[in-house]
């Protein structure tokens, strides 16, 4: 079970940024994808979900307006969307799978391997 | 939403130490709560669930506890590979919110 993202991505501000999230090991449409990031040197922070199965997808308010989840069930992938980038949306990303089958919450307990954007003029 | 306060930031220890880090919930969260270890560079790794349920391949010194708006993880003989960075995460349908992370050093 793995999840493998794609490469670090630079960024200009006002740009947007589309990270990928392919899952193997497992059956992919059965378990909700998360996805969290992490600033420099700060903590985690939750940024929203995606049924693999339906497309459906939820996100905090801080994000609602410039995050875009997708996902392509061919290829088992989920793809996760950054608008109007700012300084501030310099991040690792992190795509990571809810521990138990069709639920949108809960524990996550299989994580990619961390997208480094950086946003920079 | 629930605010999650996690103590301390930052905690200084040496191998074969007994350790604990706190959790503590704005209002009752149930045992909905995780915790993660994370080393720099790499991914977090679930260590505990629901509160109290060690993850898979998780080392039987580490332990969870709590419910309600109170939790910790308890680390009871130190390890050297255990100093890391250690976070919990409160989960529910309405949002995901990791606490601000505990920095696990060697004294």
């Known amino acids: 079970e793995q999840l493998v993202q794609s490469g670090a991505e630079v960024k200009k501000p006002g740009a947007s940024v589309k990270v990928s999230c392919k899952a193997s090991g497992y059956t992919f449409t059965a378990y909700y994808i998360h996805w969290v990031r992490q600033a420099p040197g700060q903590g985690l922070e939750w940024m929203g979900w995606i049924n693999p199965s339906s497309g459906l997808t939820s996100f905090p308010e801080n994000f609602e307006d410039r995050v875009t989840m997708t996902r392509d069930t061919s290829i088992d992938t989920v793809y996760m969307e950054l608008t109007r980038l700012r300084s501030d949306d310099a991040a690792v990303y992190y795509c990571?799978?809810?521990?138990?089958?069709?639920?949108?919450?809960?524990?996550?307990?299989?994580w990619g391997q961390g997208t480094t954007v950086t946003v920079s003029s | 939403d629930v605010q999650m306060t996690q103590s301390p930031s930052t905690l200084s220890a040496s191998v074969g130490d007994r350790v604990t880090i706190t959790c503590r919930a704005s209002?009752?969260?149930?045992?909905?709560l995780a915790w993660y270890q994370q080393k720099p560079g790499k991914a977090p790794k679930l260590l505990i669930y629901e509160a109290s349920t060690l993850g898979s391949e998780i080392p039987s010194r580490f332990s969870g506890s709590g419910s309600g708006t109170e939790f910790t993880l308890t680390i009871s003989s130190l390890q050297p590979d255990d100093f890391a960075t250690y976070y919990c995460l409160k989960y529910s349908s309405f949002s995901h919110i990791f606490g601000q992370g505990t920095t696990l050093e060697i004294k």
């Open positions: 990571a799978r809810v521990r138990t089958g069709y639920n949108s919450w809960g524990a996550f307990d299989v």
């Open positions: 209002r009752s969260i149930g045992s909905w």
